[in-house]
């Protein structure tokens, strides 16, 4: 990547920090949508539940959900209902394939599309709430930098950001890790290059992306920041099969490369 200059990008408000204790969390984000970042989360946390864990998936994309569409289900229950106390968080929770559990979000929710403090409050509780219950919690947020999203990432203590080779993507992934360094004062970011055309390309990204960002991020003296690759997955046509089925790659086509390199992930992050 020839990044050279700055990308603008908005202040968000100041951040929550994110709790310890109870589950993992992870928040699976990227900077541009359409780079398949939904379709990892799922598949990670099959294979995380394949290695034993006790998993949930939170559907973090408030008003454009489609965690329910990658796993083929349809949900009479979301996290919609949850909100508006129609239901409760045990009714919300829904076996999912893989061996994991899903707290959709309702989809079109144009109420949520702002952080407002009552879309804050109800997302923290229900965050403390799940933590307790599972070893991992996955937050499938939404693409992009707005408040919304960068408050579900604050709630996570590790960030994995999904990125394509597409300039445009690498772009976006980078004002994206920019923010979270500079604003949720993160030292050390994942991430994961999908959809790579050849074996090392992850490598190169993530290397030439550390280099931008220790030239424009700026930290402390002393506090290094760190991207840290966790992982390349190499275009296959598997993962598309199984995106047009609406199934899991990681069941359906379990010997694919795409599937042994989503395997290698849930290692890297359980090492």
């Known amino acids: 990547m020839s990044t050279t200059t700055d990308p603008a990008a908005p202040t968000p408000p100041p951040q929550r920090p994110a709790r310890t204790g109870g589950a993992r969390t992870l928040a ?3 900077g541009k949508g359409g780079v398949g970042k939904t379709f990892v989360t799922a598949n990670l946390a099959a294979a995380l539940a394949a290695r034993g864990q006790k998993v949930l998936v ?4 408030l008003g454009l959900a ?8 349809h949900p009479k229950l979301t996290l919609h209902d949850v909100f508006t106390e129609k239901a409760t968080l ?3 929770i829904l076996p999912a394939p893989g061996g994991f559990s899903v707290l959709l979000a309702g989809s079109g929710m144009v109420e949520y599309s702002r952080l407002t ?3 804050r409050d109800k997302l923290l509780h229900i965050i403390d709430l799940v ?3 599972f070893d991992w919690v996955l937050l499938d947020t939404g693409a992009g930098i707005s408040d919304v999203v960068l408050f579900a990432i604050s709630l996570a203590t590790d960030v994995l950001v999904v990125a394509t080779p597409e300039p445009t993507s690498l772009t976006d ?3 994206t890790i920019k923010v979270l360094a500079t604003q949720q004062e993160r030292r050390q970011v994942g991430l994961l290059v999908n959809q790579a055309n050849r074996v090392g390309e992850g490598k190169l990204i993530c290397g030439q992306l550390q280099q931008v960002l ?4 700026g930290p402390a003296p002393g506090q290094n920041f760190r991207l840290e690759l966790y992982g390349e997955v190499k275009a296959d046509p598997a993962v598309k099969q199984a995106v047009l089925k609406r199934q899991l790659m990681l069941e359906h086509y379990p010997g694919c490369d795409a599937a042994q390199a989503i395997k290698a992930l849930a290692s890297k992050i359980l090492g």
Do not use: G, I, W
Not at 58 to 61: F, G, K, S, V, W
Not at 66 to 73: P, W
Not at 214 to 217: D, K, L, T, W
């Open 28 to 30: 699976v984000t990227s």
């Open 214 to 217: 220790q030239r424009f991020v």
């Open 66 to 73: 489609n965690l329910d569409v990658v796993l083929n289900l």
């Open 90 to 92: 045990e009714q919300a």
């Open 58 to 61: 939170l559907d973090a994309d």
């Open 131 to 133: 933590k307790p219950r």
């Open 173 to 175: 992934a980078y004002a």
């Open 117 to 119: 403090p009552e879309v």
